[in-house]
Structures are given as structure tokens and as C-alpha cells.
């Protein structure tokens, strides 16, 4: 069984405050790593595709990092916003099937 | 709007009965992804089509199906139909199937069992 675990469960932060979430995932193996934000009512909308150990990847004011070596990928907002509650979710491929693993996600709540 | 179509949005039937949900992938995408989000569990992978043919296998039960037409659209069939079945099931779409695609989801067919 791939576990592919997100912390926190959920988190509630000020709006212009900076905030972080971590996604881990078995270390042997790896092949990809999505993230995804889901606001809710919505549909499940593609962040970053990573697959280099070392990756670090940018759109606006989220960013995200990859250390594959000890199976964990961070999701950073700098600033948030109202805008960007929803729930993050990071999802696990594996090099040796097609099986995509998501974990639980990480509900953010920006408040104004 | 991610370009993927799903209907119908939502579904209530009966405990026993099948139904069918249909998905038209982004233009252009070939590979067709089916997802379970039940109240209970996270999001679960279902299956994947590429082409018209089975690339993957996730935790589909057996009372389920689906395909992928030559038109590239997917059905997944849902029959014998349990309470537990109740979810929003997700279809997503990816140019080539490959797991550096980025997947595109569509906004979901919500499917209630009474």
C-alpha cells in the first residue's frame, strides 16, 4: 500500500500571513508528484507536476519543493489571500505502476 | 473551466439499479481518468483509459465498468448499486496518460443511492 500522508489536516491563517503544508510519500519508487487545489464546489485544479528530486517549481505566489531521497514535497503561499482557502492535495505515481495515490489534502482557510 | 465534460451533474437513484456517467475529455486529451470522492475516504483512483484501451486499474469493484470510445469519450457503469456508492465520481483528462501529464478534472457527477 502506498501511503501518501498531508499535514496538517487543516489550518487557519491570517490573510498576508505566509503558510506551508507538507506531503509525504514512499521514497522508493517514485516517479511523479501532483498538487492540486480543490475549492470547494469546484473541480480539483492541476498546481505543479513534479518529478526531479531538487525540483522547485513557482506559479505567482505559491511555490512548491521536491525531495524525493526522503519521500516529502512542501507547498509554500506567500501572502495569502481569501482567495486561495480551499483544500491542497498532493497526489503519489509510483515508477513501477500506473496508480496514482492522493492523500487526504490540507484545508486552508485564509481569513480576511 | 478545465475543458472536461461530465453529466449528468447529478444522480439520485435506487439500491439495485445501474447507471451510466459520461465524460468528454479536453480536446486533444487522450487518456481518460475515472475518480471515486466518497464522504469517508479521499479521493480514489478508479481507472484509466488511453486511446480506447485499459492502461491502469485502481480500486474499482467488479459491479463497476467503464470504456473508452473511439470518439475518445468514457463511460463508467455503475450497476447493482449500494448506499456505500454514494460519491462524487470525477473524470479527468491528460494528452497522453503519462504520470508527468498534468490531469485535468472535470467538475464531477454527484451520485446519490437511496
Known amino acids: 500500500i502506498l501511503n501518501v500522508e498531508q499535514s496538517p489536516q487543516s489550518l487557519h491563517v491570517q490573510e498576508g500571513d505566509s503558510t506551508n503544508f507538507t ?3 514512499p521514497s522508493s519508487n517514485f516517479y511523479a508528484l501532483h498538487w492540486y487545489r480543490w475549492e470547494t464546489a469546484k473541480s480539483p485544479e492541476a498546481l505543479f507536476v513534479m518529478t526531479l528530486n531538487g525540483d522547485e517549481k513557482k506559479k505567482g ?3 512548491a519543493t521536491l525531495n524525493t531521497k526522503e519521500g516529502y514535497s512542501y507547498l509554500y503561499i506567500k501572502g495569502s489571500q481569501p482567495e486561495d482557502s480551499a483544500t ?3 497526489a503519489f505515481f509510483s515508477d513501477n505502476n500506473n496508480d496514482m495515490r492522493f492523500g487526504a489534502g490540507t484545508r486552508l482557510t485564509v481569513k480576511p | 473551466d478545465s475543458g472536461v465534460t461530465q453529466t449528468p451533474k447529478h444522480l439520485i437513484t435506487a439500491t439495485g439499479q445501474r447507471v451510466t456517467l459520461r465524460c468528454s475529455p479536453r480536446s486533444g486529451d487522450l487518456s481518460v481518468y475515472w475518480y471515486q470522492q466518497s464522504l469517508d ?5 478508479l481507472i484509466q483509459y488511453y486511446n480506447g484501451e485499459e492502461r491502469a486499474k485502481g480500486n474499482i469493484l467488479e459491479r463497476f465498468s467503464a470504456q473508452q470510445f473511439p470518439d475518445l469519450h468514457s463511460e463508467l457503469n455503475l450497476s447493482s448499486l449500494e448506499l456505500g456508492d ?3 465520481y470525477f473524470c479527468a483528462s491528460s494528452v497522453s496518460g503519462k504520470k508527468g501529464n498534468t490531469i485535468y478534472f472535470g467538475e464531477g457527477s454527484w451520485l446519490t443511492v437511496v
Request: proline share 0%; net charge positive.
Open chain 2, 41 to 45: 475516504q479521499g479521493l480514489q483512483f
Open chain 1, 23 to 25: 506531503c509525504s510519500f
Open chain 2, 86 to 88: 454514494s460519491a462524487l
Open chain 1, 61 to 63: 505566489r505559491i511555490s
Open chain 1, 88 to 90: 491542497y492535495l498532493c
